[in-house]
């Protein structure tokens, strides 16, 4: 059996399941399931009893774990790499939440100031400015008023 | 007396379920609406019967006063609550129901007017006697009127939507140099959110306590309050844990303020369940800052003390009630002390909300713990909507108690599948400061930015476990409850099957 | 004061969670202990630490006094809480974990043993001057002595076994004849019960109530009593509803219950919690039934109703605290009303237990309800242990707002896989009986039985849906949660994923 | 497509579903399933909503409708009619629950009397006296003390 390779916050594991042992990156933990209902609600790791709740969603594993949430994934390729994680900061003209374009308050070509806003974004009925980055010229607008875009689209370009 | 024989709950999620309860223990028929792409909500499972208000936008379903009458006429339903939010504090909702013939629970559409315009509320209540913060009176529109106006006061102060609430169009300038956008930014936002651009100076009063009173009246004039919530701890001007009593407050104090609760609710000639809402500046003086002419999202707290269902007097009222003999003589009191906790699906750094599917959902239990929750396993969290998930009430012997108690509760909650607030909450409740009890609006801004620790080697092979099993064909898989995923050789149902 | 670092719950299931709970919010640490067969049960995972209990049979895990001592050494309690049933009135366990030198959560080994073995009690009683139920003092065995006794009673009676409690090892006795057989019996299940099969016999009171005080002293003789708990909602001598306050008593009868509550209490050096049961026959006099040397099954209808934590309180004693001034001197009163519905897995008809997966499980919640489990989804419920599921607590303003509040929770409950008890729960809180407050421990044989009704189109569709679909070769299917099972074309995640 | 005979509380339907249609028993029904991440949670039935969970448990199917709980069974054979159905009356000298066998108190050949205790069995450390439903002979007794015994097992015959 070969191992699968993970990734969480940043870190990433290499982990090996074999008959009641884990290796995570090599180190060996002996560890027993134990499922209510057949869902996993506690692991026996290394003799104790680790309360987890663990959900998939595609490439992708939730997993609650003393009260804090992981999500861990398993990099499979671009579409993967391409979601934004939850906690990352956000790139300079980047939509920082789904939402739709409110406003946008430049024109391709125009100059813009460190700090300016750029385009209003609207998400749960409340406005969010979002400035430029540095200063610098508006080579390429990807939205027009009114557009529902997802977040981590780059709203629009600044050379 | 009016009678009610069936209530139709003019929204949604935590709050429709929380009203069809009541109702529903109260005898009282009751009908749930729902927007087509919301049918799965779980308020539509908790009435008698469920009308569609059709497909479309909020504005087009929710928000939608014909779709919400036409809802009452095929239900059958004689009385309207709207909840919170939406159409609540909407004055031609308000008469669009009466003129329907139907009973309308919350405040006389006069009322909701009188308070909902802030600068002429805030007029009202100079004449009342109530105290109100520092600002200008008239809705100038030209900018240089509003700068001298601002001069006068003295930065740095707030631009606010006249026809606002909820911290919606309102913002924080610091130099005059920042005015104008500053105006300019809230009129349209005021604009197109209410569709009144006229905008208002305030003082800003610097580290305030955002102090509430809930108050209550009958169709005969009895007005009480029924003491307060502290609703200081925010972000982005809105609350997310508020609690009962307020550490802020002497018993001198809380009197004086709930005496000028009472005045202001009697000043708009209030009838039913509102909530007057003071800041406490640093000198412990108190200004009025607006009135909420509906249900307030936090009003568990008061319930958990008082021992009371203020949605239950809030029909009793509409029927034409007197409030109870122990409201109106002073018999009432609070015994321990409560907290709610909103938990928000947001990032919990930047505070901006999330979309998702809930894809496991374990709520706390027990004693002093009570959860109004507006999803469930499987619901989507949508950008239309609130992104409230529920509210996390613990109530405790003492105020030590209700904190541990949320702490603990906050332990037993799970949310999968959508980021939330959770690790917020639980700074807040674990910072020395909330501890205190001596803290004041900006106490998130002071928080230790708390630092997010790897996964432990318990969540990585819990993941390897959901995630090493092959995902059916075509579709991703909901959950380790799903036995194809979890990938143990023991089933559910098979020792019965 | 001695400390209490980390406790261990000798224990299992809702009660189990519910010591962790109040512990945790104390800052204590905490240990669970779980049966091998038992590791998926929900009190595992509401601990710091769970200890195993090895393989076997009850006797050899929750029941066994060295596995528990050792499970506590291994995990490094310093005190043990011993919940209701199993280890929780055996004085020796009492005894064996403060001779480990560790903190026990309970009343002294003497008091359990005075009250548990019931003619010495009956005894005491009398010498303290409370009224006790007619009946003879001595455990004959000799069935011509027992037959003059039951004569000078008069018939019917009831048998009892002098070392039994909660109605176990007890029959009624209408006629001479049936005397010999039932004492036989009753002897045979003493013996293997309890390893004492000495019985006595007891004047059978007709149709009386079954109403208990809530009792609390701390270790420097404080005694107080908590208010009582109506308790006559009976099948099979086990109770399944409660309330509080009891519509049987006046003032006057409840200060005279409560003073002899107390003096029971006083009369055999109780510490702790405890509950005093008695009759109180159809004439209004009142007679001490037994006493409960614990923390009663019921107890959260006390706290709902006062506002306090009553585990908080027993882990306070233990480590040496007085009780609150506004116990000792009566400052504490009871606030609106509270019911408690157990919810056991048993056949609706005829009461017996019942076996099984539970498939879907969904607990009602909101306002003023309370809900302490023992199971989740994908418990399996085993004939090893007790059969209770849930206790479903309701408190509302007053009477018939608890009684509609707790219809309401019965009505968003969801148990699928095993049966339950629920319809008879339903039926106790329709019947004008119990709406009237005017009922004995007999309401429940005389409720009217209840025609099942034939299943609805929806629940045939909705079957039919969920059978229609192959199950996946090798194993049925969990629940229609499991997207292969429910047929539907969205899966969850996918708008996401 | 074929409909399916399902039976529920001793009645049975012949159920035919059919793109938002539903034949019971040849009585038309227009539906809509609502579902919640992938679960039934209501039924839209001739434009009514009704609030319905299901779970499926090999062969028979557990339905939550309107506060009340319905077993359904799709018959498949001799299994499927083994297992007793709750609430119907309990046979003779069978057992009615699941329990041990805590003693007997007959012997084959003997005469028992209406009433009189045969077996007591035990099941959540209580005991249950288990009587002899009319006067007879017992000609059979299938058990031993200790014995486990499944809801409906026949503990001794009697002519």
């Not at chain 1, 998939?56 to 997993?63: C, E, I, K, N, P």
């Not at chain 2, 919350?106 to 109100?132: F, H, N, Q, S, T």
């Not at chain 2, 143990?488 to 099957?497: I, Q, V």
């Given at each position: 059996?070969?191992?699968?390779?993970?990734e969480?916050?940043?870190?990433?594991?290499?982990v090996?399941?074999?008959?009641?042992?884990?290796?995570?990156?090599?180190?060996?933990?002996?560890?027993?399931?134990?499922?209510?209902?057949?869902?996993?609600?506690?692991?026996?790791?290394?003799?104790?009893v680790?309360?987890?709740?663990?959900?998939?969603?595609?490439?992708?594993?939730?997993?609650?774990?003393?009260?804090?949430?992981?999500?861990?994934?398993?990099?499979?390729g671009?579409?993967?790499?391409?979601?934004?994680?939850?906690?990352?900061?956000?790139?300079?003209?980047?939509?920082?939440?789904?939402?739709?374009?409110?406003k946008?308050?430049?024109?391709?070509?125009?100059?813009?100031?460190?700090?300016?806003?750029?385009?209003?974004?609207?998400?749960?009925?409340?406005?969010?400015?979002?400035r430029?980055?540095?200063?610098?010229?508006?080579?390429?607008?990807?939205?027009?008023?009114?557009?529902?875009?997802?977040?981590?689209?780059?709203?629009?370009?600044?050379? | 007396?009016?009678?009610?024989?069936?209530?139709?709950?003019?929204?949604?999620?935590?709050?429709?379920?929380?009203?069809?309860?009541?109702?529903?223990?109260?005898?009282?028929?009751?009908?749930?609406?729902?927007?087509?792409?919301?049918?799965?909500?779980?308020?539509?499972?908790?009435?008698?019967?469920?009308?569609?208000?059709?497909?479309?936008?909020?504005?087009?379903?929710?928000?939608?006063?014909?779709?919400?009458?036409?809802?009452?006429?095929?239900?059958?339903?004689?009385?309207?609550?709207?909840?919170?939010?939406?159409?609540?504090?909407?004055?031609?909702?308000a008469?669009?129901?009466?003129?329907?013939?139907?009973?309308?629970?919350?405040?006389?559409?006069?009322?909701?007017?009188?308070?909902?315009?802030?600068?002429?509320?805030?007029?009202?209540?100079?004449?009342?006697?109530?105290?109100?913060?520092?600002?200008?009176?008239?809705?100038?529109?030209?900018?240089?009127?509003?700068a001298?106006?601002?001069?006068?006061?003295?930065y740095?102060?707030?631009?606010?939507?006249?026809?606002?609430?909820?911290?919606?169009?309102?913002?924080?300038?610091?130099?005059?140099?920042?005015?104008?956008?500053?105006?300019?930014?809230?009129?349209?936002?005021?604009?197109?959110?209410?569709?009144?651009?006229?905008?208002?100076?305030?003082?800003?009063?610097?580290?305030?306590?955002?102090?509430?009173f809930?108050?209550?009246?009958?169709?005969?004039?009895?007005?009480?309050?029924?003491?307060?919530?502290?609703?200081?701890?925010?972000?982005?001007?809105?609350?997310?844990?508020?609690?009962?009593?307020?550490?802020?407050?002497?018993?001198?104090?809380?009197?004086?303020?709930?005496?000028?609760?009472?005045?202001?609710?009697?000043?708009?000639?209030?009838?039913?369940?509102?909530?007057?809402?003071?800041?406490?500046?640093?000198?412990?003086?108190?200004?009025?800052?607006?009135?909420?002419?509906?249900?307030?999202?936090?009003?568990?707290?008061?319930?958990?003390?008082?021992?009371?269902?203020?949605?239950?007097?809030?029909?009793?009222?509409?029927?034409?009630?007197?409030?109870?003999?122990?409201?109106?003589?002073?018999?009432?009191?609070?015994?321990?002390?409560?907290?709610?906790?909103?938990?928000?699906?947001?990032?919990?750094?930047?505070?901006?909300?999330?979309?998702?599917?809930?894809l496991?959902?374990?709520?706390?239990?027990?004693?002093?713990?009570?959860?109004?929750?507006?999803?469930?396993a499987?619901?989507?969290?949508?950008?239309?909507?609130?992104?409230?998930?529920?509210?996390?009430?613990?109530?405790?012997?003492?105020?030590?108690?209700?904190?541990?108690?949320?702490?603990?509760?906050?332990?037993?909650?799970?949310?999968?599948?959508?980021?939330?607030?959770?690790?917020?909450?639980?700074?807040?409740?674990?910072?020395?400061?909330?501890?205190?009890?001596?803290?004041?609006?900006?106490?998130?801004?002071?928080?230790?930015?708390?630092?997010?620790?790897?996964?432990?080697?318990?969540?990585?092979?819990?993941?390897?476990?959901?995630?090493?099993?092959?995902?059916?064909?075509?579709?991703?898989?909901?959950?380790?409850?799903?036995?194809?995923?979890?990938g143990?050789?023991?089933?559910?149902?098979?020792?019965?099957?």
């Open positions: 059996m070969k191992g699968i390779r993970l969480s916050r940043g870190e990433g594991r290499e090996l399941l074999e008959n009641g042992n884990a290796l995570l990156d090599g180190t060996a933990h002996s560890f027993r399931e134990i499922r209510r209902g057949g869902s996993l609600v506690a692991l026996e790791l290394d003799g104790t680790v309360p987890v709740r663990v959900a998939r969603q595609g490439d992708r594993a939730f997993v609650w774990c003393a009260g804090d949430v992981f999500e861990v994934r398993r990099p499979a671009r579409t993967a790499r391409a979601r934004p994680a939850g906690g990352e900061p956000h790139a300079g003209l980047v939509a920082p939440m789904p939402g739709r374009i409110r946008t308050l430049v024109q391709t070509g125009e100059e813009v100031a460190k700090g300016q806003v750029v385009v209003v974004l609207e998400a749960m009925k409340m406005e969010h400015a979002i430029a980055p540095q200063d610098g010229v508006i080579t390429k607008l990807r939205h027009r008023e009114g557009d529902l875009v997802d977040a981590g689209t780059v709203l629009a370009e600044i050379s | 007396m009016r009678t009610i024989r069936r209530l139709l709950v003019a929204n949604r999620g935590e709050i429709s379920v929380r009203v069809l309860r009541t109702a529903r223990e109260l005898g009282i028929g009751t009908v749930a609406v729902f927007a087509e792409s919301d049918a799965g909500g779980i308020h539509v499972e908790r009435a008698d019967r469920a009308a569609s208000l059709g497909a479309g936008s909020v504005a087009e379903t929710y928000l939608s006063i014909p779709k919400i009458l036409e809802a009452a006429r095929s239900s059958g339903a004689d009385a309207i609550h709207p909840g919170y939010g939406f159409l609540a504090e909407n004055a031609d909702f008469r669009a129901v009466e003129a329907e013939g139907l009973v309308w629970v919350g405040p006389p559409a006069g009322a909701i007017e009188a308070m909902g315009d802030k600068l002429r509320a805030r007029a009202r209540m100079r004449e009342a006697g109530v105290p109100v913060v520092p600002g200008s009176d008239a809705g100038a529109k030209d900018p240089a009127d509003l001298r106006e601002a001069e006068r006061l003295g740095p102060i707030l631009v606010k939507a006249s026809a606002g609430g909820g911290g919606k169009g309102m913002s924080r300038v610091d130099r005059p140099a920042d005015l104008r956008a500053a105006v300019e930014e809230a009129m349209r936002i005021a604009a197109s959110a209410f569709g009144d651009d006229s905008v208002y100076l305030e003082k800003l009063l610097e580290r305030p306590r955002h102090v509430e809930q108050v209550f009246a009958d169709q005969r004039g009895n007005t009480v309050h029924l003491f307060e919530r502290e609703c200081s701890v925010q972000r982005r001007h809105q609350k997310i844990v508020e609690e009962t009593p307020s550490s802020a407050l002497s018993p001198a104090l809380r009197g004086a303020m709930g005496e000028a609760a009472v005045e202001a609710a009697r000043a708009v000639g209030y009838i039913g369940a509102g909530t007057i809402e003071f800041l406490l500046d640093t000198d412990g003086r108190f200004h009025f800052l607006e009135a909420n002419t509906r249900l307030q999202v936090e009003h568990p707290i008061t319930e958990a003390t008082l021992g009371i269902d203020l949605v239950r007097w809030q029909l009793e009222v509409a029927r034409g009630a007197d409030l109870p003999s122990d409201w109106t003589e002073g018999r009432l009191s609070p015994r321990g002390h409560a907290i709610e906790m909103r938990l928000y699906a947001e990032d919990p750094v930047d505070f901006l909300p999330r979309a998702g599917t809930v496991e959902w374990i709520e706390p239990a027990g004693p002093g713990v009570r959860v109004d929750s507006g999803v469930a499987g619901s989507e969290v949508s950008l239309e909507y609130d992104p409230l998930l529920a509210k996390i009430v613990a109530r405790g012997e003492d105020r030590p108690a209700a904190v541990e108690r949320a702490l603990r509760a906050l332990d037993e909650l799970v949310v999968l599948g959508v980021e939330t607030n959770r690790p917020l909450l639980a700074a807040v409740l674990r910072s020395e400061e909330f501890r205190s009890g001596a803290y004041d609006t900006d106490l998130v801004s002071r928080l230790p930015r708390e630092e997010t620790s790897p996964a432990p080697p318990a969540a990585w092979i819990a993941a390897a476990l959901a995630l090493s099993g092959k995902a059916p064909s075509g579709a991703p898989a909901a959950s380790a409850r799903d036995p194809w995923e979890s143990d050789r023991w089933r559910p149902g098979e020792s019965a099957g």
